[in-house]
């Protein structure tokens, strides 16, 4: 299984990017979005389901993400508005592919958001 995370740059506070994670090898149960800031743990941003589409997020990021799918290119993607210099980070995507834990990471994508 491989996971390619791209869509990370340098972004304005205010401004918005979208995030893609295509998975190769296994199709996805669940994939998640995660992001590790300087200095600080990774942290949960937001995952879905493959079948129904059903979401959660972090509580620091809901209503300014959007976490989406598209089943049929094995791809997830996160779009990100109003974007705050704390969502500075290296986002991962990872995969569960239905036993309860995320299994695959990907490389990992920086976010960078200047004030």
């Known amino acids: 299984v491989q996971l390619q995370a791209s869509g990370g740059g340098l972004v304005q506070a205010g401004g918005s990017l979208r995030l893609s994670c295509a998975a190769s090898g296994r199709t996805f149960s669940i994939m998640g979005w995660f992001r590790q800031a300087p200095g600080r743990e990774r942290e949960f941003v937001a995952s879905i389901k493959r079948s129904g589409g059903s979401t959660d997020y972090a509580d620091s990021v809901k209503g300014r993400f959007a976490i989406s799918r598209d089943n049929a290119k094995n791809t997830v993607y996160l779009q990100m508005n109003s974007l705050k210099p704390e969502d500075t980070a290296v986002y991962y995507c990872?995969?569960?592919?239905?036993?309860?834990?995320?299994?695959?990471w990907g490389q990992g994508t920086l976010v960078t958001v200047s004030s």
């Open positions: 990872a995969l569960d592919l239905g036993r309860g834990a995320y299994d695959y």
